[in-house]
């Protein structure tokens, strides 16, 4: 697969640019506005990113060369996008957290008046990283065990690993040979659909998986359609369910794919009989794994709500939607601990397939200290 970047004052344009040099079995990964060109006396720019198994177009020796450098940058760019998506490593699992607690008080508990004004400080910054009052206080203990080592310098890396070792992480692995069937639900308007369109474009391209996609969310209006536009510029197959009977009959039709993504209606919490009705479709499938999506973005009081109400879907992990837009990361922490569930990936925009990222323990806990997220 060669990845390309088009830029043209117009996307017409840059579609045709596609086009000629890649050809008509192009797929389209992305496309944004950047700044304009005074090259072109345009002032913005449209920015095609497509992939295609050939490049089509003959070019001089200096084309070839440059085509050359770029397709090296971008196939950085891919390896990059590979290592954040599936090569993290140095998950913590929750043994971490036991081993470290069984461990043996020290003798010696010095702990000077500075440092506890420094960890007072720092439970301070937790609280305001909207961790919940009994974890910080927990976090405050775990540290209160270790005064005798504790000092003031290293006060940051023990809070980081304590941070670190109260959530799970779940690396997200598909092996060919058997189709398996991956659900993501969530309430209205997460973004469920962009990341599934996010990890199938991931899964196609760089792992040579053979994907397809069905969506159950024919109640709003345009949902098909927007599954079915990616579906014809990415070139994965997808399918709609109209009814929980039709499942059976559309994977019998993906049974040569490698991975499903089922796409389901978003529904509020509060309604468990609509969650009923997604679960009816989902318990036909035989799916093998739920996800859970939510925006990392909502208040507190309601993530506790909808982790518990989606409960129901027997969801494995979570992923955590627009980061971008959360002011404070800490509710990540808040719902992997008390629901002890792990997170597969954090998405941070809305570009397909960039903007998602699979995340470490370690990868977490400096977010949520740092309160950014590059
Ligand atoms: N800022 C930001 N926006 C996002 C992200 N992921 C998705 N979006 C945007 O959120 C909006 C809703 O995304 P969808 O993928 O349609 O959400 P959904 O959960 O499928 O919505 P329903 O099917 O209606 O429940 C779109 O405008 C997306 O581009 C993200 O990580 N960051
Ligand atoms: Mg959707």
Redesign the pocket.
């Known amino acids: 697969m060669q990845i390309k970047k088009f830029t043209a004052p117009t996307l017409k344009e840059a579609t045709e640019m596609m086009k000629e040099e890649l050809g008509g079995d192009a797929i389209i990964l992305g496309t944004r506005v950047i700044e304009g060109d005074r090259k072109f006396n345009a002032k913005k720019m449209f920015e095609i990113t497509a992939g295609a198994d050939e490049i089509i177009k003959k070019n001089s020796g200096k084309n070839n060369e440059m085509k050359k450098e770029s397709k090296n940058i971008y196939e950085k760019e891919i390896d990059g996008i590979n290592k954040k998506i599936f090569n993290s490593s140095n998950r913590t699992t929750g043994s971490e957290i036991e081993s470290a607690a069984s461990e043996p008080k020290p003798e010696h508990q010095f702990k000077s008046e500075k440092l506890d004004k420094k960890i007072k400080e720092y439970s301070d910054l937790l609280l305001e990283r909207d961790i919940q009052k009994p974890i910080v206080k927990e976090i405050v203990k775990h540290l209160d065990n270790y005064s005798g080592l504790v000092e003031e310098k290293n006060l940051e890396s023990y809070l980081l690993s304590s941070l670190s070792s109260m959530v799970t992480t779940k690396e997200f692995k598909v092996k060919k040979g058997k189709t398996v069937k991956i659900a ?1 639900v ?12 996010k990890l199938a474009v991931i899964s196609k391209i760089i792992h040579k998986l053979k994907v397809g996609l069905i969506t159950i ?1 024919t109640f ?1 209006l345009g ?1 098909i359609d ?1 599954l079915r536009i990616f579906s014809e510029i990415s070139d994965i197959e997808m399918a709609a369910a109209y009814e929980p009977g039709d499942m059976k009959k559309l994977l019998n039709k993906f049974s040569d794919k490698d991975i499903v993504f089922i ?5 509020s919490q509060r309604n468990s009989d609509n969650l009923s009705k997604i679960k009816e479709y989902l318990d036909v499938a035989k799916v093998d794994d739920v996800m859970l ?1 939510v ?1 990392a973005a909502t208040a507190p009081r309601t993530l506790n709500d909808i982790s518990t109400k989606f409960k129901v879907f027997d969801y494995k992990s979570v992923i955590f ?5 959360a002011a404070s990361y800490g509710a990540i922490l808040n719902l992997s601990y008390n629901f002890n569930t792990p997170i597969t990936f ?5 570009v397909i397939p960039d ?2 990222l699979a995340v470490s323990s370690e990868y977490i806990a400096n977010l949520i200290f740092s309160g950014k997220l590059y």
């Open positions: 993501l969530g309430p209205t308007g997460v973004g469920k659909t962009t990341c599934i369109a969310d709003r949902a927007q796409d389901t209606v978003g529904r999506v925006s939607t627009k980061a971008d837009e954090i998405t941070n925009g809305q903007d998602i």
